[in-house]
């Protein structure tokens, strides 16, 4: 999600080759989010610098937020039946 004063799309899915956007100078934030509700808790989001910041007139700004599992350890215990 794109917080940004006069976004044209606050809510695009994201896309490996990117997604062009426009907003007003100013601040800006960008964050990647789990839509899945039974995945929320087991991903760790990790953007690069430039995920939030201000933007002036005629400015490009690279946005790489990314979602990564959190690994999950799973201990199996024998069952034993007599």
Known sequence: MLLAPNVSDSGFPGDEAGVDVTLDVGSYSVTETVNNPA??????????????????????????????MISITLLLHPLFLS
């Open 39 to 68: 995945y929320v808790g087991e991903y760790s989001e990790s953007d690069s610098a430039d995920c939030s910041g201000t933007i002036g007139v005629g400015e490009t700004k690279n946005l790489h937020p990314s979602l990564t």
